[in-house]
């Protein structure tokens, strides 16, 4: 009879495809190569290999996943580099453009569209206008210093809106705007992000291939007292921003029995 010490078993150890073990590299090199960890060049296949307890092989297959990406580049007799970084964008605070990439250079815009429109159904639910009224619409390109960032979509309430638009839409944005035309602080955002491939007239506009992953943010913005003022739809380039926040939990549904 076999008698039990008491301690639990060791789980077998799981076989993982080089694909598997690869991926799993890929993902740690990139949070470095985000974090500033390789701006004097990215360490050897050897180097790395011993760091993730993986082979060559393995090592090398994920620096060439974040090769395609665009992250890296390698080259003979000169080694691996980092070939772009991305900007963080926070989803802690609500801020403007121009707030979130402070550090980062000047943003300026190219206003594409700034006219009084009628608003789709849609719109007019989510600003709570009547059915048919007019709002205001702008639309702009974003750029970060030469490079286009983001193409925004926006539809304002037409009281704040019909003022925003004779004020200086290239270089200021337009929570600035809200606030001062207003009198009012900005209160929250109700937000969605998802992954969507660029259009081809889109893709045009912010100078990328066909398909290339964009970050779409729809925002509704509110006043402090509520009021909704702000319906925004927003391309971001997938390749040149990282989304990042804090979370923190609240108190789980074990811990209040």
Do not use: C
Not at 180 to 191: D, M, T
Request: aromatic share 4%.
């Amino acid at each position: 009879m076999q008698v039990s010490d008491g301690k639990a078993a060791e789980p077998t150890p799981m076989r993982r495809s080089r694909a598997d073990q690869a991926r799993r590299v890929a993902d740690l090199l990139r949070h470095q190569v985000h974090a500033g960890a390789f701006d004097d060049g990215v360490p050897s296949e050897q180097q790395l290999a011993t760091e993730f307890e993986a082979s060559r092989n393995t090592v090398r297959e994920a620096l060439a996943l974040l090769k395609d990406e665009g992250l890296i580049d390698r080259l003979p007799k000169v080694g691996t580099r980092v070939a772009t970084r991305k900007y963080d964008h926070g989803l802690d605070a609500l801020l403007g453009l121009q707030e979130t990439f402070k550090g980062y250079g000047t943003v300026r815009n190219e206003v594409r569209a700034a006219m009084h429109v009628t608003a789709p159904a849609a719109v007019a639910r989510r600003l709570q206008l009547a059915p048919g009224e007019r709002v205001v619409y702008l639309e702009r390109l974003r750029y970060l210093a030469d490079l286009p960032l983001s193409l925004d979509l926006t539809y304002l309430a037409p009281d704040i809106g019909t003022e925003i638009l004779g004020h200086d839409l290239a270089h200021t944005d337009i929570f600035v705007l809200l606030e001062q035309i207003s009198g009012h602080s900005l209160g929250h955002a109700e937000l969605a992000l998802e992954a969507v491939p660029a259009d081809p007239h889109t893709a045009s506009t912010l100078d990328i291939p066909g398909g290339a992953p964009l970050l779409m943010l729809e925002r509704l913005t509110h006043l402090d007292d509520g009021r909704p003022v702000d319906l925004e739809y927003i391309r971001l380039r997938g390749d040149r921003i990282t989304m990042r926040g804090n979370l923190t939990r609240s108190t789980p549904e074990w811990k209040v029995r």
